[in-house]
């Protein structure tokens, strides 16, 4: 949030990769609690109803908070705070979990070993350094996001109220979408498993965001172009919901989904204030459009496309230990995980 509401200045605030660090893993920690107990046939289904939910949420945001943080900024961010501590605490409390096999057990390399294994599993295998590379090429798309508000704010001189309801609009129009197609789009991606979609998707976006790049000079253009992204983000949201369990072992998702946030956290550290003076240079910021659009151009290329060769390398990775230190196979069930599905299952079968 720091990123949308404060001036340019803030980029490079001390706080910011400490805030971008613990907010990518604690995400991919709590995305995995989800992910351990909603069936795998029907994640695209679960992700379109609970994209839904995020619209209504961002509507209440646009229209009737995002306006206040011009003069109230402290008390958005307590009361957002505040409010998402809640949720999490009564989803947490609410949510039950299936039971967990023991840690694996490591009988050499003394107290270091399951960090080794940690590394070694994770980053050995260029299969999932390639993933990696994607999730990394994503988030330098975002990067364009901030420039892209401080066009609209600062060049075209929309004020945050203007701002949020040029964005609520465009989230209500989107939120019609999905309650209209959100479930057929779940369950098409069920049908043609996320690997599929995600980079048609990303195709996309950088087609929207190269049009946000000529075509936005006023808020009704705005809105107009808002629609498409998000409608667009819509469809990503539900396949990317499913693509994680798709490409990383579910044994261990936590493991894996944590390497991931950590390895492209890490170099964002890096690399944000390099954009930041960037920018600062060519004094251009309807060019977050542009590079958007690049990035997220490149995020496609990078997207793990399900050819042969590719679920071969990841059935082979699967049936052999990461490292050599002896420890638990990643094809090993987890425990009750089929008695945590055993009503569920049937009825995504009917569904499908």
């Keep these: 949030m720091t990123g949308i509401i404060s001036p340019p200045d803030d ?32 994640l695209g289904r679960f992700q379109s109803l609970s994209k839904n939910v995020t619209l209504l949420a961002g509507l209440v945001w646009s229209f009737f908070i995002f306006g206040l943080a011009e003069h109230h900024m402290k008390s958005v961010y307590v009361g957002t705070a505040t409010f998402a501590l809640a949720i999490y605490l009564i989803s947490t409390w609410q ?11 490591h009988k050499k390399g003394g107290a270091m070993a399951p960090i080794r294994a940690y590394f070694v599993e994770c980053f050995s295998q260029p299969y999932y350094l390639w993933i990696f590379t994607a999730s990394l090429v994503s988030q330098l798309s975002n990067a364009g996001n901030n420039f892209n508000f401080f066009y609209l704010h600062y060049d075209l001189h929309l004020d945050l109220a203007t701002v949020g309801w040029t964005q609520g ?40 965001s ?32 499913a693509f994680t369990v798709e490409v990383f072992p579910r ?24 954009i930041g003076m960037f920018f600062d240079y060519v004094h251009n910021n309807r060019l977050g459009y542009l590079w958007t659009a690049i990035f997220r151009f490149f995020g496609s290329a990078y997207m793990p496309y399900p050819n042969r060769s590719n679920y071969r390398r990841r059935s082979r990775i699967m049936q052999k230990p990461c490292c050599n230190l002896p420890c638990r196979s990643l094809k090993q069930p987890m425990v009750q995980q089929s008695q945590l599905f055993a009503n569920v299952l049937p009825a995504a079968k009917r569904i499908r």
């Design 11 to 42: 980029l490079a605030h001390p706080t910011s990769p400490i805030s971008g660090l613990f907010n990518a893993v604690v995400m991919a920690i709590f995305s995995y609690l989800y992910w351990d107990v909603v069936p795998e046939p029907m």
């Design 95 to 105: 949510i039950k979990e299936g039971e967990y096999p023991p840690p694996d057990v």
């Design 169 to 208: 609009w465009s989230q209500a129009i989107t939120t019609g979408f999905g309650l209209i197609f959100g479930f057929g789009i779940g369950a098409l991606t069920d049908r043609l498993k996320p690997v599929r979609l995600m980079g048609p998707f990303y195709i996309l976006l950088s087609l929207a």
């Design 210 to 241: 190269l049009g946000s790049y000529f075509f936005v000079t006023d808020k009704w253009s705005c809105i107009v172009w808002a629609c498409i992204m998000n409608i667009i983000l819509f469809g990503l949201g539900v396949a990317g919901g």
């Design 251 to 274: 044994e261990k998702l936590g493991q894996f989904c944590s390497a991931q946030a950590v390895f492209y956290q890490f170099l964002l550290n890096f690399v944000s204030p390099l």
